[in-house]
């Protein structure tokens, strides 16, 4: 069946840092693909999504491209803050319209 | 708007007990998911409703059921409570059935004792 695969954390960074949380998929057909954040205490947010191949996301300084070649949505930003720390999930949806969470990827940034 | 809310927060039970956890959606949503997040386990969906229906279940046992009122509202019950089921969990609302993008609440901290 569908499944997502990201890197275990926790991933710990000083401030200004090169984030790279990686994100593999196995999915049938042609998913649409998202990150969402959960901060502490809160539910999750949606972060970006992609919705066919070469798609790019953005938002918040964040960015992920759709590579079906690799089936990756690997998620990157330039340069973090102390208030990007969370829990990054990278997610799939397929063709049974059922969404499929990876284990999430806790981030430090460190000021 | 208000986003969406889960009551109560925070919830203590024994086990065999029963529990019922509600979801408000954003207004004008019809579309509620439930899901549990646990640290091993990660998010797993677990029912989706829409227009009092469901529309999609995960792979959870009968020990787990929810309803939609024609508000929109949701609850879910868990019957004969395990140790195991202590968890957060989290409610989604979206606009229509699509998963394009969900909207979720803070979430209701279930633990077993």
């Known amino acids: 069946g569908d499944s997502v695969t990201q890197m275990e954390g926790p991933v710990t960074l000083s401030e200004e840092a090169f984030l790279t949380i990686n994100c593999t998929y196995t999915a049938t057909g042609y998913p649409s693909l998202f990150w969402y954040v959960q901060y502490p205490g809160e539910g999750l947010q949606l972060l970006l999504k992609?919705?066919?191949?070469?798609d790019k996301g953005s938002n918040k300084g964040f960015e992920a491209t759709y590579r079906k070649e690799t089936t990756s949505f690997h998620l990157e930003k330039g340069s973090v803050q102390v208030s990007d720390s969370a829990v990054y999930f990278c997610a799939l949806t397929g063709r049974d319209d059922k969404i499929i969470f990876g284990k999430g990827t806790r981030l430090h940034i460190l000021p | 708007k208000a986003g969406v809310t889960q009551t109560p927060r925070y919830l203590i039970k024994t086990r065999g007990q029963q529990v019922t956890l509600s979801c408000s959606p954003i207004s004008g949503h019809r579309s509620v998911s439930w899901y549990q997040q646990t640290p091993g386990q990660g998010l797993q969906f677990l029912f989706e409703?829409?227009?009092?229906?469901?529309?999609n279940k995960g792979n959870f046992p009968g020990r787990f059921s929810g309803r939609q009122f024609s508000n929109s509202r949701s609850e879910m019950n868990v019957s004969t409570l395990e140790l195991g089921d202590s968890a957060l969990y989290l409610c989604?609302?979206?606009?229509?059935?699509?998963?394009?993008?969900?909207?979720f609440g803070p979430g209701t901290r279930l633990t077993v004792l």
């Open positions: 989604a609302s979206s606009s229509r059935v699509s998963y394009n993008e969900q909207f």
């Open positions: 992609a919705t066919k191949a070469d």
């Open positions: 409703y829409f227009s009092e229906t469901q529309r």
